[in-house]
């Protein structure tokens, strides 16, 4: 592995203090500022495989993917064609074109939940589009969402747990009021009896319960199947639809998303709406949301909830999804990707337990999660518990060997078709030294 080289003309930090003259934070998203890890962001150059390498050539091993998306690694060679060859014909037309239907009828293939689909560019915009029609369609008000999943930025969604019990939230940013998110009842993940409590008291008015089936914004937190079970069961009862935010689970877990994964346990289970994006793009802006037909034919132009986009349905990036989608339903494609997934995970564990270090992972498919604890958190509040000093010295240990995970503790990380065995023994072997040094 290559080793860091920490030079005094680092173009990193030279990009950086350019970046944060103009840019707010110098980055077009907060996590990729590492201000919960500290230090000094990496401006990528490029990408091929499972490495990118940054301003001052240093090669990382990628285990973010760009939060998800990369599931066949960068550049691969098949979607680099498939681009090249949508570019050369067109950017954007505001039209409809071929691909968009191609584009869903592989979704509603692929995930037997979805019986029509809608087109957008990011996954904000598919899960603020599902809260609207989902009330279009029931009449109702309120939304179910859960402690630690994020859902996007959009402001009903940016809200936390209020004090007591099964009460309304409060908002997570400045710039949303009070308000708009008075309708948005936050409630802890894998809590049931807080479930129950809510729709006893509030179920005739609930429109929906969105939830992270595999949370990936905590970290790595499944949903159990009991809970899944009764939030399928409440919605059914109460008449409110059950919408599972997949846009980083989708096609990342299992090729048919979280939802296949809790069918195995739940004989028949669905949701009645997928959010979808990330490894639907591709690396292009291209999500989605889905559902059953009666619920989508809400939407405009047939029905009374609007929704649109210019760029939405993008022949390039419809164009790379789609030559994504394909390969990923190659035989044999999910049991490689989840076996390797497996092993890093593993490594992990080993290593840090030969050197007495606590630890816990878990994965599903190319997506993972560790704690630096003794056992899984089951909740946000538990998440929370997790020692993030030491978190932050790992990443930095890591960072400087050539391994990039993600820069916050409160984030999964990803796994490609492009990791190798090699790569695996390469971070487990970084991870062996850093955990001895301690
Ligand atoms: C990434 C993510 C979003 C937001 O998607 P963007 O494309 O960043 O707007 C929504 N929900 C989940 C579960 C996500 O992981």
Same mark, same amino acid.
């Given at each position: ?284 802006? =291209?999500?989605?949301?889905?559902? $059953?037909?009666?619920?989508?034919? &809400?939407?405009?132009?047939?029905? !009374? @909830? *609007?929704? /649109? ?74 998440? =929370?518990?997790?020692?993030?000093? $030491?978190?932050?010295?790992?990443? &930095?240990?890591?960072?400087?060997? !050539? @391994? *990039?995970? /993600? ?32």
């Amino acid at each position: 592995m290559e080793q860091n080289i920490k030079s005094a003309a680092s173009r990193n930090d030279a990009l950086f203090e350019r970046a944060k003259k103009l840019i707010p934070g110098g980055v077009n998203s907060p996590v990729r500022a590492f201000k919960a890890v500290g230090g000094t962001p990496r401006f990528v150059q490029r990408a091929q495989g499972a490495y990118f390498w940054d301003a001052d050539g240093q090669r990382y091993i990628d285990y973010i993917g760009s939060w998800g998306p990369m599931i066949l690694g960068h550049g691969h060679p098949t979607v680099v064609e498939a681009v090249q060859k949508a570019v050369l014909e067109g950017f954007s037309y505001g039209a409809p074109t071929e691909r968009e239907v191609e584009m869903a009828e592989e979704i509603v293939n692929l995930v037997p939940s979805i019986e029509m689909v809608r087109l957008v560019s990011s996954g904000t915009e598919a899960t603020m589009s599902v809260i609207r029609l989902a009330r279009g369609a029931t009449g109702r008000s309120k939304i179910i969402k859960f402690e630690g999943c994020y859902h996007g930025h959009s402001d009903a969604l940016l809200v936390k747990a209020g004090s007591g019990l099964a009460t309304f939230g409060s908002p997570t940013s400045a710039g949303v009021p009070p308000e708009v998110v008075k309708d948005t009842l936050v409630l802890e993940y894998n809590h049931i009896v807080q479930l129950e409590e809510a729709f006893s008291l509030h179920g005739k008015n609930i429109a929906c319960l969105m939830i992270e089936p595999i949370a990936g914004n905590m970290n790595f937190v499944r949903a159990s199947v009991p809970f899944i079970k009764r939030c399928r069961e409440l919605c059914t009862q109460y008449g409110a639809l059950l919408v599972f935010d997949e846009v980083m689970t989708g096609f990342r877990v299992a090729l048919g998303g979280a939802q296949s994964v809790y069918a195995k346990s739940i004989p028949g289970f669905k949701p009645d709406m997928t959010a979808l994006g990330k490894v639907i793009g591709g690396g292009m802006p =291209m999500a989605a949301f889905g559902g $059953s037909r009666a619920v989508m034919e &809400h939407l405009a132009p047939l029905g !009374g @909830v *609007y929704q /649109a986009g210019t760029l939405s349905g993008n022949p390039v990036a419809t164009a790379c999804g789609l030559a994504t989608l394909r390969e990923i339903q190659k035989p044999g494609f999910y049991e490689a990707l989840g076996a390797r997934t497996r092993s890093l995970v593993a490594g992990l564990a080993q290593a840090a337990t030969q050197a007495g270090v606590p630890f816990c992972g878990d994965s599903e498919g190319g997506m993972f999660g560790f704690f630096l604890l003794d056992t899984l958190p089951q909740n946000y509040p538990q998440v =929370m518990k997790t020692d993030s000093p $030491s978190f932050n010295r790992f990443f &930095h240990a890591m960072l400087d060997s !050539g @391994v *990039y995970y /993600a820069p916050a503790l409160y984030e999964a990380g990803f796994v490609s078709a492009a990791h190798t065995a090699e790569d695996i023994a390469a971070t487990v072997d970084a991870a062996v030294r850093f955990f001895a040094s301690k």
